[in-house]
Every structure is written in structure tokens, then in C-alpha cells.
């Protein structure tokens, strides 16, 4: 079965530093999606990535997706405290189905 | 607010009982997933629902069961609780099936602590 590896697993950083949160696939991966979660509340949609090289942005997040190294990046520029949470990243296991896997989660707190 | 909602927001129960969770998915959407998250096991996929049918099972224990109504609302059934259960419950939805990839969005989960 498919497994998606988040690094790190949890980041401190200063407001205002950049950042960057690694996805790594055990097998192809045929769309990925980032969401982000605040303690103890649900899920909200980032991004999805469905072809190789694509790039998404979002206010001050970009995410990548390198196809051939089964692999996403998510990047935070000049980080914000409202940053802080938990991020997840999300693959479609089965190419052609909606059962997402879910890393374990990369924790991120941006100290003010 | 993802427009899923999600009740209880908390439930505490004990060992051996039973509880239901629902879910209301966002208005048009047809295809509702519940997902279990703990702590060791992280985010795990459960079962899909899609227009009242299942459509794909994940890690679902045979002590819980889930159906989709008519007015596609869902509910997840679990029985014969055990410490382990305790988790957060998410229901997500998204716009259609089949797509090939398609966003979910989540609600704001029922957190279950089994005493």
C-alpha cells in the first residue's frame, strides 16, 4: 500500500523566515493534495497537484510536484504566526479513486 | 467553514457501548468520506458514500458500519468501543464521482474519548 513521508515532522521558526515542508511517495502518485489543520479541528484544503512539475500558490504558499521523484514541496515565504498548524499532505492511492492516504503531518510553529 | 458539518462535537462514552456520528455534507455533494485520526495511526481513510452507496472501504473495523441517507447526510455507527477508538472522526465531501482526483472538504471532525 501507498505511504507518503512528511519531513520534517514538526518546525519552529522565526515570523518572517521561509520555510519548506517535504512529501515523499512510496509509489506514483497520481494527484496530491496539501491541507492544513489546526489543533483538534478539521482539515482545510490547500492545494491539489496533479501533473509533474505543476506549481500552485496560494497567497504566501507554493507547492510542487516532481513526478518522477514521487515527491511534493510545500513553501512558506516570510511566515506568519496564522501559519502555525499542523500540515498535511494527501495522495490518491489508487489512481482513478478518491481513497486519499495522508502522511503523518508536519507540525509547524512560527514564533512571533 | 468548509460547509461539512459534523455532530457531536464531542462525545464521551464508555467501554462496550455504542455511539453515532453524523455527517452533512456540503450542499451538491454526493460523495461522503469518514476518516479516523489518532495519534499513533495519524489520518486514516475509512469508507466512502457516494449518492447512498458505498463506494470504497479503507481501515474500517467490523464493529463500525456507516450508511448514507437519501438526503445524503451520513452516519457512522461504532459499537463495542475500546480505549482505542478514541479519536478524532472526520467526514469529509466532495463535488462528484467518478473524477479521477478531486479536492475533499473536511468538516470539523467528533472527537471520541472512550473511558
Known amino acids: 500500500s501507498q505511504e507518503l513521508e512528511q519531513s520534517p515532522q514538526s518546525l519552529i521558526v522565526q515570523e518572517g523566515k521561509n520555510l519548506t515542508i517535504n512529501c515523499t511517495s512510496s509509489?506514483?502518485?497520481?494527484?496530491l493534495y496539501w491541507y492544513k489543520q489546526k489543533y483538534g479541528e478539521g482539515l482545510i484544503f490547500l492545494m491539489m497537484?496533479?501533473?509533474?512539475?505543476e506549481e500552485k500558490s496560494h497567497e504566501k504558499i507554493t507547492a510542487k510536484l516532481d513526478e518522477k521523484k514521487q515527491q511534493s514541496s510545500l513553501h512558506i515565504t516570510a511566515s506568519q504566526p496564522s501559519h502555525a498548524g499542523i500540515y498535511l499532505c494527501?495522495?490518491?492511492?489508487?489512481?482513478?479513486?478518491?481513497?486519499?492516504?495522508f502522511g503523518k503531518g508536519t507540525k509547524l510553529t512560527v514564533n512571533p | 467553514d468548509s460547509g461539512v458539518t459534523q455532530t457531536p462535537k464531542h462525545l464521551i462514552t464508555a467501554t462496550g457501548q455504542r455511539v453515532t456520528l453524523r455527517c452533512s455534507p456540503r450542499?451538491?455533494?454526493?460523495?461522503v468520506y469518514w476518516y479516523q485520526q489518532s495519534l499513533d495511526q495519524g489520518l486514516q481513510f475509512l469508507i466512502q458514500?457516494?449518492?447512498?452507496?458505498?463506494?470504497a472501504k479503507g481501515n474500517i473495523l467490523e464493529r463500525f458500519s456507516a450508511q448514507q441517507f437519501p438526503d445524503l447526510h451520513s452516519e457512522l455507527n461504532l459499537s463495542s468501543l475500546e480505549l482505542g477508538d478514541s479519536a478524532l472522526y472526520f467526514c469529509?465531501?466532495?463535488?462528484?464521482?467518478?473524477?479521477?482526483?478531486?479536492?475533499?472538504?473536511f468538516g470539523p471532525g467528533t472527537r471520541l474519548t472512550v473511558t
Open positions: 469529509a465531501s466532495s463535488p462528484s464521482h467518478p473524477t479521477p482526483v478531486s479536492e475533499q472538504y
Open positions: 509509489k506514483t502518485l497520481y494527484g
Open positions: 497537484l496533479q501533473k509533474g512539475g
Open positions: 494527501g495522495a490518491d492511492s489508487q489512481g482513478g479513486s478518491e481513497k486519499l492516504v
Open positions: 450542499s451538491g455533494d454526493l460523495s
Open positions: 458514500y457516494y449518492n447512498g452507496e458505498e463506494r
